[in-house]
């Protein structure tokens, strides 16, 4: 079948909007507690570049290795040196601040947007970490524009996940249930968990 110029413009515009779509649920907007929305709020606002600091060599050899290790398992998903450095360097210093494991994180970003800086899911989930535009009026500026920055995007989503762990009292199985707006079903928990293994980093053992 032949296609007309026009349809075929339309058709490769259509196939381009689907591959930005992310599969991921959605985080739901629930009631906070002045305190819980308060640290919320200060937690993003913080918008300095991440500068990792340890407390003595083999920390920084650690970080190191992990860094090496972690860009060359990286590179066919983001092949651009810089943009993998930088990406790399800022998730696991946003993960670290809001205390999680690194490992964590990058599972949860592939499951979530398969590394996709500008992905958006059928219901409104932006970037990374596939952040609802929602969390922008409860605790930012109300720019969900920003949701597409790099350090933002993973700032906010570190953050609500380390506020849905400790809402869980810690049941990380909820938790990314919560995250993802499906609390209580094991699909999106288990593809987590299951993503967590590809990305530890065993390097130093």
């Given amino acids: 079948m032949v296609l007309s110029l026009p349809l075929r413009r339309v058709l490769a515009v259509a196939a381009l909007l689907t591959c930005t779509h992310a599969g991921a649920g959605n985080q739901k907007e629930?009631?906070?507690?002045d305190s819980v929305r308060?640290?919320?709020a200060n937690a993003i606002t913080?918008?300095?570049p991440p500068k990792p600091?340890?407390?003595d060599i083999r920390e920084r050899?650690?970080?190191l290795r992990w860094l090496g290790e972690m860009s060359e398992r990286l590179k066919k998903r983001l092949p651009d040196r810089q943009v993998r450095r930088e990406f790399l360097e800022t998730a696991w210093y946003e993960a670290k601040r809001a205390g999680l494991e690194p490992a964590l994180v990058l599972g949860l970003i592939q499951v979530e947007s398969a590394f996709r800086k500008y992905a958006v899911s059928p219901v409104g989930a932006h970037g990374y970490m596939q952040v609802m535009p929602f969390w922008t009026r409860v605790i930012?500026?109300?720019d969900r524009a920003k949701l597409f920055h790099m350090q933002t995007n993973l700032r906010y989503g570190c953050s609500i996940l380390r506020m849905y762990i400790d809402m869980e009292g810690g049941n990380?199985?909820?938790a990314l249930g919560r995250y993802n707006g499906?609390?209580?079903r094991p699909e999106y928990p288990n593809a987590v968990l299951a993503a967590w293994k590809q990305w530890e980093y065993k390097g130093d053992q």
Avoid at 30 to 33: G, I, Y
């Fill in 30 to 33: 629930e009631a906070l507690a």
């Fill in 38 to 40: 308060i640290a919320l």
């Fill in 46 to 48: 913080d918008a300095r």
């Fill in 53 to 55: 600091q340890f407390s």
């Fill in 61 to 63: 050899i650690h970080y």
């Fill in 140 to 142: 930012g500026d109300g």
């Fill in 172 to 174: 990380l199985f909820l």
């Fill in 182 to 184: 499906s609390r209580g």
